[in-house]
């Protein structure tokens, strides 16, 4: 009977080469196959430890699904495959979910490789409370999940990481001091690991200032200190904004008393009138 594969999920590093592990650098020498979301950054890296890999394929979001089952295939041979990512963490804000999912099914060994984490950097390096924390990768660019997940941030109770491109920084940190409020705490994380690494603590409107100073560049991490502590209506209308938007999208009054209970813990009776409130209104 013929062995299934294993498939290792390895964290690359995110600027600093000297991040690699040795156990990374050993299950990539070890690879049938190492799929890459960018062959050409990857092969950066490969060079600069002199692995020669057996097989170097792309795997990104527009091919994620042919790639699946064409690896699927390989675990299935008894192969053992390599995910990396551009830098950091396969998975974190990339393309992945699918193959580990196919690997589970055939019965592959499912090996992450632990290593460098941009979003963890930032945050252990921001000041701000690490436990609990929420990880929300990069918000919508625009919408109603956008509008959503500000509202979700405007009573989030601990810290937020978020990843942005440096040419939305500014726009996005104005946008939360508006929806947020201007004296929110903020860290910026810059360029984490590299030359010209920064860390830009502040306000959001301090911070935001200081990028309009200094035109941000590189890879960007955002943690968001978290809410203060709010009055009971300020609690009340935070609710009721999130239950606009939950109605907007066609929530039903059931949905929303639920969303109401579980994201502002509001009681039952309270839930119901705001969400029959706006569902009328609409």
Not at 76 to 90: N, R, Y
Not at 138 to 143: A, Q
Not at 206 to 222: I, L, S
């Amino acid at each position: 009977m013929t062995r299934t594969g294993t498939l290792y999920l390895i964290s690359t590093p995110i600027g600093h080469l000297g991040d690699m592990t040795h156990r990374a650098e050993q299950s990539l020498r070890e690879s049938d196959i190492i799929l890459a979301e960018d062959t050409r950054r990857t092969r950066v890296l490969l060079d600069h430890y002199t692995i020669e890999p057996r097989s170097l394929k792309s795997f990104h979001k527009h091919n994620e699904a042919a790639r699946t089952s064409e690896t699927r295939a390989a675990l299935e041979a008894g192969q053992t495959v390599s995910l990396v990512a551009d830098s950091g963490t396969p998975l974190i804000s990339d393309p992945g979910l699918r193959l580990v999912r196919a690997a589970i099914e055939v019965g592959a060994r499912v090996v992450p490789v632990p290593g460098p984490s941009a979003a963890l950097a930032a945050l252990v390096g921001s000041g701000l409370d690490v436990q609990p924390f929420t990880f929300f990768g990069f918000l919508p660019r625009s919408g109603r999940r956008r509008r959503e997940l500000l509202a979700q941030l405007a009573t989030l109770r601990h810290t937020a990481v978020l990843f942005e491109s440096p040419q939305r920084l500014i726009g996005t940190l104005e946008e939360l001091a508006g929806q947020l409020g201007p004296e929110r705490g903020v860290v910026v994380a810059r360029e984490l690991t590299k030359i010209h690494e920064e860390f830009v603590r502040g306000t959001l409107v301090e911070v935001a200032a200081y990028y309009n100073e200094h035109t941000p560049q590189g890879e960007v991490v955002v943690c968001l200190a978290a809410a203060p502590e709010a009055s009971a209506e300020e609690l009340e209308d935070a609710a009721r904004a999130d239950a606009l938007v939950l109605a907007e999208r066609g929530a039903t009054s059931k949905e929303i008393v639920r969303a109401l209970r579980e994201r502002h813990g509001l009681e039952r009776n309270r839930a119901y009138a705001i969400a029959l409130e706006v569902t009328q209104e609409g």
